[in-house]
């Protein structure tokens, strides 16, 4: 079993950058491909990006490619989303996930059998 925490999300201007933190507790983590996700308001779910198990290997939604970067460290049994240059369509709450039956991931969230409580990313214009 995998347990998530989201943290470091917040309040930022339009331009600006964050980075989140997701904290995995559980033997596999190093094994699982990782994905982070958002829900906007009134809005569904949608993929943001994926890593594989060793970090080698990601992909990222259109809307945020060249401006996020997702990266694990495996030691700590983290995983991070920078995310750069923001816009106030970024504005959602962001949600890690994890896929223990896999160890490149999916941009599906369907694949995704554990998930954080979100952390709220707001940007003002």
């Known amino acids: 079993q995998v347990q998530l925490v989201e943290s470091w999300g917040g309040l930022v201007q339009a331009g600006g950058s964050l980075r989140l933190s997701c904290a995995a507790s559980?033997?596999?983590?190093?094994?699982?491909?990782m994905g982070w996700f958002r829900r906007a308001p009134g809005k569904q779910r949608e993929f943001v990006a994926n890593?594989?198990?060793?970090?080698?290997?990601?992909y990222y939604a259109v809307s945020v490619k060249d401006r996020f970067t997702i990266s694990r460290d495996n030691a700590q049994n983290t995983v991070y989303l920078q995310m750069n240059s923001l816009k106030p369509e970024d504005t959602a709450v962001y949600y890690c996930?994890?896929?223990?039956?896999?160890?490149?991931?999916?941009?599906?969230?369907?694949?995704?059998?554990?998930w954080g409580q979100g952390t709220q990313v707001t940007v003002s214009s």
């Open positions: 996930a994890a896929d223990i039956h896999s160890s490149e991931g999916s941009s599906s969230s369907r694949e995704y059998e554990y």
């Open positions: 890593i594989n198990w060793s970090g080698r290997s990601t």
């Open positions: 559980g033997r596999t983590f190093s094994r699982c491909a």
